[in-house]
T-cell receptor, first 112, second 115 residues
Framework: DGGITQSPKYLFRKEGQNVTLSCEQNLNHDAMYWYRQDPGQGLRLIYYSQIVNDFQKGDIAEGYSVSREKKESFPLTVTSAQKNPTAFYLC???????????FGDGTRLSIL | AQSVTQLGSHVSVSEGALVLLRCNYSSSVPPYLFWYVQYPNQGLQLLLKYTTGATLVKGINGFEAEFKKSETSFHLTKPSAHMSDAAEYFCAVSESRGSQGNLIFGKGTKLSVKP
């Protein structure tokens, strides 16, 4: 079945540590997105990519980094510069920017 | 700039009652509008979308929404609530018309269904 796979489902980070969240899709979608979800805040866009080897900052990119070396993969690194990283992170993809987005099941990141 | 307002962070209905979740948007151009549903610890699933054409849009699980330009609204309804409808619902707007618009999400409405 086609879909988006996020791993791991739960992730714990120590203070000062970088962590990388995985997002893989086999839908052959060009566009991919990373969102952060906090209770009562809705979804806020961190980064997005419309095509391989290209990506743009979203509304809350500070403390995060991404890469898009392959069409099917869009990993997100939460760096030590992100002071409040505890959140639920959602990856999404779409055929292009005009089409609905399909979401993975998320990764919940917590600080030890 | 685009924005989305969902009235009511929590809505509670009895099983079999009407479900009405409110969404108002602001957009400088005709928008694309979406409703998504999220079950606990899962991603978002598309319920329905409005792009152009008929203003009453039918989605999955018996939900529908009506685009009312004059009221800048896109409220979600279901005639008869089921226990399985308990979830969080997000309205989203996009100004994408082949442009560079992104999806802007509302803050969500958590729906509870009482037996």
């Amino acid at each position: 079945d086609g879909g988006i796979t996020q791993s791991p489902k739960y992730l714990f980070r120590k203070e000062g540590q970088n962590v990388t969240l995985s997002c893989e899709q086999n839908l052959n979608h060009d566009a991919m997105y990373w969102y952060r979800q906090d209770p009562g805040q809705g979804l806020r866009l961190i980064y997005y990519s419309q095509i391989v080897n290209d990506f743009q900052k979203g509304d809350i990119a500070e403390g995060y980094s991404v890469s898009r070396e392959k069409k099917e993969s869009f990993p997100l690194t939460v760096t030590s510069a992100q002071k409040n990283p505890t959140a639920f992170y959602l990856c999404a993809s779409s055929i292009n920017r005009d089409q609905p987005q399909h979401f993975g099941d998320g990764t919940r990141l917590s600080i030890l | 700039a685009q924005s989305v307002t969902q009235l009511g962070s929590h809505v509670s209905v009895s099983e079999g009652a009407l479900v009405l979740l409110r969404c108002n948007y602001s957009s400088s151009v005709p928008p694309y509008l979406f409703w998504y549903v999220q079950y606990p610890n899962q991603g978002l699933q598309l319920l329905l979308k409005y792009t152009t054409g008929a203003t009453l849009v039918k989605g999955i699980n018996g939900f529908e929404a009506e685009f009312k330009k004059s009221e800048t609204s896109f409220h979600l309804t279901k005639p008869s609530a089921h226990m399985s409808d308990a979830a969080e619902y997000f309205c989203a707007v996009s100004e994408s018309r082949g442009s560079q618009g992104n999806l802007i999400f509302g803050k969500g409405t958590k729906l509870s269904v009482k037996p």
